[in-house]
């Protein structure tokens, strides 16, 4: 059998379609968009055809569209632009705890030049409770962002809900909708956004191209300076081949969504239901329902997911182990810590993403193959003893600094991590830590692993969080 493509959530092959618009782009006479002359005019006029129908998908006005270079710009200029821009208001934002890392590093971006920072938990599932929302809104705090969908197990958020909270409170919503466009109908009023985080990659269109929706009238700084292209918000000129494969895309995704999600959401049942018969070791991750249509993100409980993904290679199954951005890393995902998944079974995940043009066929191949995968690795592998955790002794043990300043999560949980194995029960470890999302990955993993959370103190960016070790893991 042909080579099976399944990372569909870390880019998506360029639809035909949009490459025959994209090369037509290139026997136009050469002319920049903001140049008065006919090929610039001609080249203005094409890119802005494209800003018409990237409005359309998610059914907003062409002027509140910014052209980016994709997700992760269009995310930074939403959080650090907005920031920046409304701090006189207030200096509190929100971010959940399984965003992308454009999200999490633009937030850590934002704390070290004064500005408060609460990382939201979510549930085992990956879901933000609105309430949880509602109970962290202060005075000062102008702006949260929520992703629509997770990039890494599929779950989607109650954003509708989550804005009405905002609009309620005069707080600005932002959510990346990478993962949804063309996966999900997205209408922004009903959602409550003021904005939204587009990549074209992610729905058939060309890498190079993304977008920001921002509602009319916010106050947004630009984080480039330069000249005056996209209402003075993304200094350079445009990249226009990229821009019309965006918009072409996000045409098809108009007309075809509904078509593609049925197909796909019926891969990914069958999909679901064949790899847990396969063996009760296999867990999903995410939540059941509320999920992408293409997303089966799953541990195998005993099998690392490198050596997972290098034997399905050798069968022809290209699949991933999560965020593409995070693919060389041999730690655990942050989003799956956050969801209170132990260290050694997220290190056993894999994802498989469908796309409009998987079939059947290929659904079922891929379940023999993980299921052939299983029976070998089943041979060789020992079950843990049954015996219950080890209660901690009287007293407090020792006392354990250990310092994570600098690093970005989930490294501060990799370090915590490796630093308890080698302490005596009863020990406690005093974690240092800067990153705003290191909070609740700490509490998450500290809930996960059975440990005792002793005490936890905050002074401006400094996070120190003291565990007690309650039982080997």
């Given at each position: ?18 490459l ?13 968009p ?15 055809k ?25 995310d ?10 409304n ?16 999200i ?18 979510v ?12 109970k ?36 600005a ?20 956004v ?30 480039l300076?330069g ?21 072409a ?32 070791g ?22 690392g997911?490198?050596?997972?993904l ?58 023999r ?31 354990i ?19 308890f ?35 936890l ?17």
């Amino acid at each position: 059998m042909k080579g099976i493509y399944v990372d569909h959530a870390a880019t998506t092959p360029i639809d035909p379609r949009v490459l025959q618009a994209v090369s037509a782009v290139y026997s136009l006479p050469c002319g920049n968009p903001s140049s008065s002359h006919r090929p610039g005019m001609d080249a203005r006029e094409a890119m802005e055809k494209a800003r018409f129908h990237v409005a359309g998908l998610i059914h907003a006005a062409p002027e509140e569209i910014i052209f980016t270079s994709g997700g992760t710009e269009a995310d930074n200029l939403a959080l650090k632009g907005f920031a920046l821009a409304n701090r006189h208001r207030g200096k509190h934002i929100m971010v959940s705890a399984i965003e992308h890392h454009a999200i999490l590093h633009s937030a850590k971006r934002l704390r070290a030049l004064g500005f408060e920072v609460t990382v939201l938990p979510v549930d085992s599932a990956g879901r933000v409770d609105p309430l949880d929302v509602q109970k962290n809104l202060r005075k000062k705090t102008i702006l949260i962002s929520i992703m629509h969908a997770n990039n890494e197990v599929g779950t989607v958020q109650e954003i509708e809900e989550i804005g009405r909270l905002t609009r309620e409170a005069g707080v600005a919503l932002h959510t990346d909708a990478v993962q949804t466009a063309g996966s999900i109908p997205i209408d922004v009023d009903r959602l409550g956004v003021d904005m939204l985080s587009l990549s074209a990659h992610k729905f058939y269109g060309p890498p190079g191209a993304g977008a920001l929706y921002i509602r009319k009238g916010l106050k947004v700084l630009p984080i480039l300076d330069g000249g005056a292209q996209e209402h003075g918000l993304r200094a350079g000129t445009e990249n226009l081949p990229a821009i019309v494969g965006m918009g072409a895309a996000a045409q098809l995704a108009q007309a075809e969504t509904a078509a593609r999600t049925e197909h796909i959401r019926g891969l990914r049942d069958l999909f679901i239901k064949t790899i847990l018969a396969l063996d009760k070791g296999v867990t999903l991750n995410g939540h059941p329902r509320a999920r992408l249509a293409g997303n089966v993100n799953i541990c195998l409980g005993s099998t690392g997911n490198k050596e997972s993904l290098e034997t399905l290679s050798a069968s022809g199954i290209h699949a991933s182990a999560g965020s593409a951005c995070n693919s060389h890393a041999l730690k655990p995902s942050h989003v799956l810590t956050a969801m209170g998944i132990p260290r050694e079974k997220a290190l056993t995940a894999l994802r498989f993403t469908f796309g409009k043009d998987n079939s059947r066929e290929e659904v079922e191949y891929i379940g023999r193959e993980l299921g052939r995968l299983l029976r070998v690795r089943a041979r060789r592998h020992q079950h843990p003893s049954a015996a219950g955790p080890a209660k901690p002794p009287p007293g407090t043990g020792k006392i354990i600094d250990l310092d994570v300043r600098g690093l970005y999560c989930p490294l501060p949980i990799l370090k915590t991590s490796e630093t308890f194995s080698s302490l005596r029960i009863g020990d406690v470890l005093r974690v240092v830590a800067d990153d705003p999302a290191a909070e609740a990955d700490l509490q998450n993993w500290t809930r996960s692993t059975g440990q005792e959370g002793v005490g936890l103190l905050r002074n401006g960016t400094k996070i120190c969080f003291s565990i007690r070790k309650c039982k080997d893991f």
